[in-house]
């Protein structure tokens, strides 16, 4: 697989991309909604509704002297920010740091996208690392207020691997965790829960999978052996690796919309957030369309919520700092699920 990333104008440019060179030389678009957090760098916010209040859990952005390249080594993130809003429009207050790596004893670097969740009045968050060994694992910590600090534990989930956990709760009162990205998140060096050397599948096989495994009841192990989750074409095959406008990349996330699921996700170097839909958490998913036109910036990174009756979606770019690959912040804007169940485009500038 060709991973070359152009970093000086690091999004795709067909029609639906954005000039990061027109923006950053002339403000050529205006942006639809307003970074939510200036102060810092935020990114890969994942949102949820705890206490009549929305909270949200990104990746927290700094300066880093790591070289840019496929592996992402430049986001070299150290520790974790809580941010809670009363309504959409209210004040974002940072309740400081939750989480830092020096806290993690098995954690080396690159605390990279995280989530949260909550049972019986306790609050978990989970977060990716790579350990001393280089490898990305996914630890837990808790905390008894959703805006920590959280205590992590000694060490990562035992059959963990990869990045971006996305947890979610089912009606039944069962927790999945969905998790995997490709490149530097290391998925394509895992086959069959063993870490070796990269393979990827040629353009005509199917693509590499996101991964799933249900939750243990103490909401700190998982419950049964991790699974590949298929997503599917409208004719029930597949998806290739060469289908890169649809293939998964990264940052996966569930939600439920009339008793249907609702799986999103980034394509990674086409720079988009799409969906697909399924009867079972567990899928397949049929692909559906696409959530999230390109953004400023070359990754792409979101959560869905529903909050006063309302769904919402967070997702980050790079307005902040003019368009600095590693260096992004969060954002939120209302999503819509027109009357078929399909989710209506949302394009994040105004031409």
């Given at each position: 697989?060709?991973?070359?990333?152009?970093?000086?104008?690091?999004?795709?440019?067909?029609?639906?991309?954005?000039?990061?060179?027109?923006?950053?030389?002339?403000?050529?678009?205006?942006?639809?909604?307003?970074?939510?957090?200036?102060?810092?760098?935020?990114?890969?916010?994942?949102?949820?509704?705890?206490?009549?209040?929305?909270?949200?859990?990104?990746?927290h952005d700094i300066e880093?002297?790591?070289?840019?390249?496929?592996?992402?080594?430049?986001?070299d993130m150290r520790d974790y920010h809580v941010f809670s809003l009363n309504e959409p429009d209210a004040k974002v207050i940072d309740h400081g740091c939750a989480l830092d790596i020096n806290e993690v004893k098995w954690a080396e670097r690159q605390m990279w996208a995280p989530d949260a969740a909550q049972k019986d009045?306790?609050?978990?968050?989970?977060?990716?690392?790579?350990?001393?060994?280089?490898?990305?694992?996914?630890?837990?910590?808790?905390?008894?207020?959703?805006?920590?600090?959280?205590?992590?534990?000694?060490?990562?989930?035992?059959?963990?691997?990869?990045?971006?956990?996305?947890?979610?709760?089912?009606?039944?009162?069962?927790?999945?965790?969905?998790?995997?990205?490709?490149?530097?998140g290391q998925l394509q060096n895992w086959h069959k829960s063993s870490y070796g050397p990269e393979q990827y599948p040629a353009n005509d096989e199917p693509a590499l999978k996101p991964r799933m495994a249900k939750l243990s009841p103490d909401m700190l192990s998982l419950d049964e052996e991790v699974h590949e989750i298929s997503i599917l074409d409208e004719y029930g095959n597949e998806l290739l690796a060469g289908d890169t406008d649809r293939r998964y990349f990264e940052g996966p996330w569930l939600h439920k919309y009339k008793e249907k699921y609702y799986f999103s996700y980034s394509t990674g170097e086409t720079h988009k957030i799409v969906y697909a839909t399924s009867e079972s958490p567990y899928g397949p998913f049929t692909y559906?369309?696409?959530?999230?036109?390109?953004?400023?910036?070359?990754?792409?990174?979101h959560?869905?919520?529903?909050?006063?009756?309302?769904?919402?979606?967070?997702?980050?770019?790079?307005?902040?700092?003019?368009?600095?690959?590693?260096?992004?912040?969060?954002?939120?804007?209302?999503?819509?699920?027109?009357?078929?169940?399909?989710i209506q485009t949302i394009s994040p500038y105004f031409n």
């Amino acid at each position: 697989m060709n991973k070359v990333i152009d970093l000086d104008n690091n999004i795709n440019s067909d029609a639906e991309a954005v000039n990061k060179k027109d923006l950053a030389r002339a403000g050529h678009l205006q942006q639809k909604s307003l970074p939510l957090v200036s102060h810092i760098y935020t990114a890969d916010p994942s949102a949820h509704v705890f206490n009549d209040k929305i909270y949200i859990y990104p990746s927290h952005d700094i300066e880093s002297d790591k070289p840019l390249n496929d592996d992402g080594d430049h986001f070299d993130m150290r520790d974790y920010h809580v941010f809670s809003l009363n309504e959409p429009d209210a004040k974002v207050i940072d309740h400081g740091c939750a989480l830092d790596i020096n806290e993690v004893k098995w954690a080396e670097r690159q605390m990279w996208a995280p989530d949260a969740a909550q049972k019986d009045g306790k609050y978990y968050l989970y977060f990716p690392a790579r350990d001393y060994d280089g490898l990305f694992r996914i630890g837990v910590a808790s905390s008894n207020q959703p805006e920590g600090p959280f205590k992590a534990e000694p060490s990562y989930i035992k059959g963990t691997y990869s990045i971006d956990p996305a947890v979610y709760e089912d009606k039944d009162g069962s927790y999945y965790m969905y998790f995997g990205g490709l490149w530097g998140g290391q998925l394509q060096n895992w086959h069959k829960s063993s870490y070796g050397p990269e393979q990827y599948p040629a353009n005509d096989e199917p693509a590499l999978k996101p991964r799933m495994a249900k939750l243990s009841p103490d909401m700190l192990s998982l419950d049964e052996e991790v699974h590949e989750i298929s997503i599917l074409d409208e004719y029930g095959n597949e998806l290739l690796a060469g289908d890169t406008d649809r293939r998964y990349f990264e940052g996966p996330w569930l939600h439920k919309y009339k008793e249907k699921y609702y799986f999103s996700y980034s394509t990674g170097e086409t720079h988009k957030i799409v969906y697909a839909t399924s009867e079972s958490p567990y899928g397949p998913f049929t692909y559906q369309g696409l959530i999230l036109e390109p953004v400023l910036g070359w990754t792409t990174h979101h959560s869905i919520a529903k909050f006063k009756g309302k769904w919402y979606l967070f997702y980050h770019d790079t307005m902040l700092s003019g368009g600095q690959t590693h260096l992004r912040n969060i954002k939120m804007i209302e999503l819509t699920h027109k009357e078929d169940g399909s989710i209506q485009t949302i394009s994040p500038y105004f031409n």
